[in-house]
């Protein structure tokens, strides 16, 4: 039974994946790829990795998903149904067929002589799952993944913060888009509605992922995708207008998680290293750097769809 | 021991500090804090030579775990080279760019301290996916940067240079993968005995795919057509950065790797890169020789001199040599293309176009830039006593002690475009400048800023003795 499931989502995936690439109507595309978002973190659940899974229904499917369709509705007049005429079918001429033909050719080389290799595996040499069993006690959480991230290589994770935040500066340094605004519509009452009831408990439940972080799935990165999902919903509904540049007090907002994760990183020399948590302490300190991450990560994953979002219209 | 005085941690400390410090002061501001921290990471990266020299390679075990359950820091000789070049860059070019953005430096600052955070994180990383998580930094403050040139064409380049980092860095990150799927670790120290005592396929694959994601990072021809745009079009004080080192680290990373744990894996391919880096000396210089642009021009010239780069790799049969002469120009070219990127922007400044035949007159307007342009040009021709010269001079010397012919005539050739390309700039410059020419007035430091760059690409040359002393502190035979 678990087979024949497995089977149906790798072939899912598959199909999802190549309707995605091949479809000439962009706005159906976009919505594969959500569906392809969505199916991957199923995949994840099935591999039991209930982490990598909520971060793909966020962020890979959610996150990406809405800022591809806020794009494809910048890209073509009008709202709803994209127009025949539009851009969105690429010339179909012969030197673009030949190119996408190498590419398919190579990436099914490639995959191919990856499925070969991936059959041969020896069995892993240095058994580190083993290790992080061994050293959980002393890593000040009960949730490996939380420890790994946030421990044993939480200089991983501060680099990676500050490649979000570089995300967002590099968006700043863009600028505003060349397109038009269009007016903005009257907002959907229900939406509006919506919103009100459902931004409450979205701050909630990101407050609850940040706590249970430390003893089972979710944390900073989950917190702060849940968040920035308020934020958006809150934008459709009219009730958050878009970001122009952003002032003081939205900066230190945007800097603060990565401000508190440095200064911790940086004291905690003392103990001999970077990152050095003295047992008795660590849990309360990598409670306070994913707080400030919930936080941090929440206004960057945010910016990046709010950020001179101008008076557009939303259908 | 007492982690705060350990040089390898601030290292990386101190440009993240102060990068987030100069985005939370707001839009432009935020240089004189940069110019403190650089000052301050060009004083620890020479502590850190210094103990080196003292007691050999030194290490750093974040979070005290050790590898492989945590992440270690590493510093040998190549890794404080390529540190204090680095540091030893962007503290001048920090003087250029705060009088060359007088109008505003919108986000330079935080880019370019994030930017410095991942090169030098990334010469001390120890760990395959700690390397994938730098590079991802520097590429995206590398991409930002090159956007801040403003308006369509400098956006265009950018979008182009994000899709070619990103791609390469999934082929990286699909090859760490990879290895860690086949040993179920990532640290490089315990990594390189495996490899060398069994690697299966997919090992074979990750090796493939993760050099050629640092191939294309690092421009070597026929990866290179992101780089003019990119870097002709950025504002100087960036196309500086960005010539003078990003692209070093790629390469960096390549030795790294080619010489470390992938070395049982790649002993044979040494032509494949140094037929590339052939094809980029020659390309690169026949495409300088043509580019109307001026910044075109010395971009182009990247092109080229990064193929020399590439040229030492059929030479490791004598390591120490051919290490020498690929790091040696490494360095010559990474101060001698920051001066010259400078120059460049300082004859745009004063004659308003970016064109090779508008700089008539220049001479005898701006002789201390033109002179910075013409000494840099005599560290990329290879003329002694510079840098360059005693990089080509090794290079030569080791292909010609293989038996490697080939190497010597493309090296002389590559010598000799590049002398033809520096003197169509030069030659332009001493012409009488046409009535109507108009010159812009440009600030004093500016100049001095891009002389000291240049005069340091030569008289390095000088210095050769103790640098490759220095590199060779943790170089196995």
């Known amino acids: 039974m678990n087979l024949l499931l497995d089977g149906l989502l790798v072939l899912a995936l598959l199909w999802s994946a190549w309707r995605a690439l091949a479809s000439p109507d962009l706005a159906r595309a976009v919505v594969l790829f959500i569906v392809f978002g969505l199916l991957m973190a199923l995949a994840w659940a099935r591999l039991n990795a ?80 083993e290790q992080v069993a061994a050293n959980m006690a002393a890593s000040g959480v009960d949730h490996p993944v939380t420890a790994v991230l946030l421990n044993f290589r939480g200089y991983d994770t501060l680099l990676e913060v500050a490649v979000l935040l570089i995300a967002l500066i590099g968006l700043l340094t863009l600028g505003p888009a060349a397109g038009r605004p269009a007016a903005p519509g009257p907002a959907n009452p ?38 920035a999902a ?50 008795a302490q660590a849990g309360g300190l990598i409670l306070l750097i994913e707080a400030g991450l919930t936080v941090s990560l929440g206004l960057i994953l945010a910016g990046l769809f709010l950020l001179f979002a101008g008076a557009e219209e939303r259908p | 021991m007492n982690g705060l005085l350990d040089p390898l ?33 060009l004083a620890l990266a020479l502590w850190l030579a210094r103990r080196l020299i003292e007691g050999g390679p030194v290490s750093h075990a974040v979070g005290g775990w050790g590898a492989p359950l945590g992440i270690d820091l590493y510093a040998d000789g190549l890794s404080a080279v390529m540190l204090l070049l680095t540091q030893a860059v962007a503290l001048p070019l920090a003087f250029y760019a705060r009088a060359y953005f007088a109008q505003g430096a919108g986000q330079f600052w935080p880019l370019a301290g994030f930017l410095l955070a991942a090169m030098n ?53 699909l090859g760490v993968a ?6 179920g670790t990532v640290a490089i120290a315990p990594l390189t005995p495996l490899i060398a ?19 294309a990072k690092s421009a070597l021809f026929p990866f290179h057509f992101w780089l003019p745009p990119a870097h002709g079009g950025a504002p100087a004080p960036v196309s500086a950065l960005l010539s003078a080192l990003v692209v070093k680290a790629a390469f960096y990373l390549i030795l790294r790797l080619w010489l470390g744990p992938f070395a049982p894996l790649t002993a044979d391919w040494g032509w494949l890169p140094a037929l590339a880096g052939a094809g980029a000396i020659l390309w690169g210089s026949w495409q300088a020789l043509r580019t109307p642009r001026l910044k075109q021009l010395v971009a182009w010239s990247t092109v080229a001199q990064l193929g020399y780069l590439f ?51 220049v001479a005898g307007r701006l002789p201390l830039t033109l002179f910075a342009f013409g000494l840099a040009g005599v560290t990329l021709m290879g003329l002694p006593p510079s840098a360059g010269f005693l990089a080509k001079w090794l290079l030569i010397d080791a292909a010609l002690e293989q038996g490697l012919w080939p190497l010597v005539a493309i090296v002389l050739a590559g010598g000799l475009l590049a002398a033809a390309y520096v003197f169509r700039v030069l030659r332009q410059a001493f012409l009488l400048a046409p009535e109507a020419q108009q010159f812009h007035p440009v600030p004093r430091r500016l100049e001095w800023a891009a002389f000291g760059l240049a005069a340091a690409s030569v008289l390095l040359g000088l210095r050769g003795v103790e640098l490759m002393a220095l590199l060779g502190i943790g170089v196995a035979p």
Do not use: C
């Open chain 1, 50 to 129: 209930p982490d990598i899974a909520l971060a793909e229904a966020a962020i890979g499917a959610g996150l990406t998903g809405a800022l591809l369709l806020d794009a494809l509705g910048r890209l073509q007049p009008g709202t709803g149904a994209p127009a025949p005429e539009s851009p969105a079918q690429p010339p179909a001429n012969r030197a673009g067929r030949r190119w996408t033909g190498s590419v398919a050719l190579v990436a099914g080389l490639l995959a191919a002589a990856l499925a070969y290799a991936l059959f041969q595996l020896p069995a892993p040499t240095v058994r580190l799952p």
């Open chain 1, 190 to 227: 229900l939406l509006k509605a919506l919103a009100r009831l459902l931004v409450p408990l979205m701050i909630l439940s990101a407050g609850y992922l940040l706590w249970a972080g430390a003893h089972r799935p979710g944390g900073a990165f989950q917190a702060g995708a849940l968040l």
């Open chain 1, 230 to 279: 308020a934020a958006v919903l809150l934008h459709l509904a009219q009730l958050l207008p878009a970001w122009a540049s952003p002032g003081r007090l939205l900066r230190l907002g945007l800097a603060g998680g990565f401000l508190i994760f440095l200064g911790v990183a940086a004291a905690l020399l003392a103990e001999g290293a970077l990152l050095t948590y003295p047992p």
């Open chain 2, 9 to 41: 941690p601030w290292l990386i400390l101190l440009p993240l500090a102060w990068a987030s410090l100069a985005f939370l002061l707001g839009p432009g501001r935020g240089g004189r804090l940069a110019l403190a921290g650089l000052a301050g990471q």
């Open chain 2, 121 to 173: 994180a990334l010469f001390l990383a120890a760990d395959l996916f700690n390397l994938y998580v730098t590079l991802e930094l520097l590429g995206l403050a590398a991409v930002g940067l090159v956007a801040l040139g403003g308006g369509a064409e400098p956006s265009r380049a950018a979008l182009r240079y994000l899709v070619v980092s990103l791609a390469a860095s999934g082929a990286y990150l």
């Open chain 2, 178 to 183: 990879l290895i860690y799927g086949s040993y």
């Open chain 2, 197 to 215: 005592a069994q690697a299966p396929l997919a090992v074979g694959l990750a090796a493939g795919l993760m050099l050629l994601g640092l191939v």
């Open chain 2, 311 to 361: 040229l030492i790799f059929p030479l490791f049969g004598l390591k120490e040599p051919a290490l020498q002469a690929g790091t040696l120009q490494a360095v010559a070219h990474g101060l001698a293309k920051a001066a010259m990127f400078a120059a460049a922007g300082i004859l745009l400044k004063a004659t308003g176009r970016d064109a090779v035949d508008g700089l008539a007159g």
